[in-house]
């Protein structure tokens, strides 16, 4: 039986309006709403989660292209994804420290004149990098479940990889390698090189580039040389450290298949920080839920 979805609305004081959703796994969802100028009633049987992925550039294209992403994920029905491109005053491309900051301003200003976050769960910051609003909206909304693409990417390598393996980052410009180490060790509470982080290779390129700034043929050549960079310290998960780079796993397991083999290209760990937040963040709201007290 297919994805079935019913949709009953009637504008009359006092008559239910009823929604359904089945599923493949038989769950069902039905929630009643009525008039308040009849006699109040509701049923409540499940709650949905609302994931914000938030661009904290002002790069529309940009969204777009993790919005594609996004639609190749297997997700319940029952979760519902919407994204957020900041305003013009933010910069178009995230390519170094300051721009991070004026992202930051300018978002977490847009924020808080407009009230949006209330409608949702959780949110999911999509810039690789140490972005200040992860913990500003922590602080600012701390109903909410929220991490960044950064952090996400992170908690998925360590979690996936054999004790033994090691993983490492592409991405664009010089400015990321030192910030997106030092990121990491952070993270992970150490200040010195954790064994099984094997670095950042850079491609030269910024998170625009990636949508239409440059030949598509340049792109995937830039990307292989770093990639196969990366490869030759011996990691088993590639980590793709730019929201920009949504969409182009394959290009990076080529090099992969190329240089060790069409088995070993295979079972290459190529993790999109915004596919490895979105589950996350299902995880930390299911988890919200149960461990804490609304």
């Given at each position: 039986m297919g994805n079935f979805t019913q949709h009953e609305s009637l504008d009359l004081a006092g008559v239910v309006i009823l929604r359904i959703h089945l599923d493949f796994g038989n769950h069902l969802d039905i929630s009643r709403d009525y008039d308040t100028t009849a006699t109040m009633s509701t049923a409540f049987v499940r709650r949905t989660t609302k994931i914000l992925i938030l661009n904290p550039n002002s790069s529309a294209s940009m969204t777009h292209g993790v919005e594609e992403a996004i639609r190749g994920i297997n997700l319940p029905l029952s979760t519902e994804i919407y994204t957020y491109t900041a305003p013009p005053a933010s910069p178009a491309s995230i390519n170094d420290g300051d721009d991070v900051q004026q992202s930051a301003d300018v978002v977490l200003r847009n924020l808080q004149e407009t009230g949006i976050l209330k409608e949702y769960d959780a949110v999911l910051v999509a810039c690789y990098s140490v972005h200040p609003l992860v913990h500003l909206i922590q602080e600012n909304w701390p109903h909410l479940a929220v991490t960044g693409i950064f952090e996400?990417?992170?908690?998925?390598?360590?979690?996936?990889?054999?004790?033994?393996?090691?993983?490492?980052?592409?991405?664009?410009?010089?400015?990321?390698?030192?910030?997106?180490?030092?990121?990491?060790?952070?993270?992970?509470?150490?200040?010195?090189?954790?064994?099984?982080?094997?670095?950042?290779?850079?491609?030269?390129?910024?998170a625009g580039d990636f949508h239409g700034g440059v030949d598509p043929v340049v792109v995937r050549q830039k990307l292989c040389e770093a990639t196969k960079r990366l490869l030759d310290r011996g990691v088993q998960a590639v980590v793709m450290g730019c929201a920009g780079m949504a969409g182009l796993e394959d290009i990076i397991r080529s090099v992969a298949t190329e240089g060790r083999g069409e088995e070993a290209g295979k079972k290459l760990l190529v993790i999109d920080g915004v596919k490895a937040g979105v589950g996350l963040l299902e995880q930390m709201v299911r988890n919200k839920r149960m461990f804490q007290r609304s």
């Open positions: 996400a990417s992170i908690v998925t390598s360590l979690s996936l990889l054999p004790y033994q393996d090691n993983w490492g980052i592409v991405t664009t410009g010089k400015f990321w390698e030192k910030h997106l180490s030092d990121g990491v060790h952070h993270f992970v509470g150490s200040e010195n090189s954790n064994s099984r982080f094997a670095g950042v290779e850079t491609t030269g390129l910024n």
